[in-house]
T-cell receptor, first 110, second 113 residues
Framework: GENVEQHPSTLSVQEGDSAVIKCTYSDSASNYFPWYKQELGKRPQLIIDIRSNVGEKKDQRIAVTLNKTAKHFSLHITETQPEDSAVYFC?????????FGKGTMLLVSP | NAGVTQTPKFQVLKTGQSMTLQCAQDMNHNSMYWYRQDPGMGLRLIYYSASEGTTDKGEVPNGYNVSRLNKREFSLRLESAAPSQTSVYFCASQSPGRYYGYTFGSGTRLTVV
């Protein structure tokens, strides 16, 4: 089955800095890669996703890049704000069932 | 639109007790999922249902059973709870098609003592 590795497990940045979270996956058949944000005590919420036929996707301050050859994808957050503090999960899927990484706790200090 | 509704939000069980976690979605989604979340372990799939009438095991199915009662409802049952099942449980549903993310419920925090 699919295996998703996520790094780093924790990331501390100053407000205004950029943050990058990286994931690798094992199954070359995977073709859908969503990212979820989970605030403390809340449910995970989809923030951005990318399909295998696209190399990069942006939505305001967040972007995701995908390198299918290397089987890795990354989340980029620019101009970080304190409200970006949360746990971020990457995931991969070939058809429907998502396999999640273990998560990255992002802390943005004012 | 409520989205995905889970009940209860909190539960404390004694070892050996049984309980059913309820999940219902009002988005007419075909696929539904149960995940558990443990510190440092991410979200791990317990069971899923690709459509009404079908269920399949995920990564960590031992100690659990599921029922897809109808298109809206997907329940998770613990027949004899164990302390290792202390976790936060999330139900999710998914739009038809392979390129759609999940909508999660608000979770059930279960403690087994």
């Amino acid at each position: 089955g699919e295996n998703v590795e996520q790094h780093p497990s924790t990331l501390s940045v100053q407000e205004g800095d950029s943050a990058v979270i990286k994931c690798t996956y094992s199954d070359s058949a995977s073709n859908y890669f969503p990212w979820y944000k989970q605030e403390l005590g809340k449910r995970p919420q989809l923030i951005i996703d990318i399909r295998s036929n696209v190399g990069e996707k942006k939505d305001q301050r967040i972007a995701v890049t995908l390198n299918k050859t290397a089987k890795h994808f990354s989340l980029h957050i620019t101009e970080t704000q304190p409200e970006d503090s949360a746990v971020y999960f990457c995931a991969a899927s070939e058809y429907s069932t998502l396999t999640f990484g273990k998560g990255t706790m992002l802390l943005v200090s004012p | 639109n409520a989205g995905v509704t889970q009940t209860p939000k909190f539960q404390v069980l004694k070892t050996g007790q049984s309980m059913t976690l309820q999940c219902a979605q009002d988005m007419n989604h075909n696929s539904m999922y149960w995940y558990r979340q443990d510190p440092g372990m991410g979200l791990r799939l317990i069971y899923y249902s690709a459509s009404e009438g079908t269920t399949d095991k995920g990564e960590v199915p031992n100690g659990y059973n599921v029922s897809r009662l109808n298109k809206r409802e997907f329940s998770l049952r613990l027949e004899s709870a164990a302390p290792s099942q202390t976790s936060v449980y999330f139900c999710a549903s998914q739009s038809p098609g392979r390129y759609y993310g999940y909508t999660f419920g608000s979770g059930t925090r279960l403690t087994v003592v």
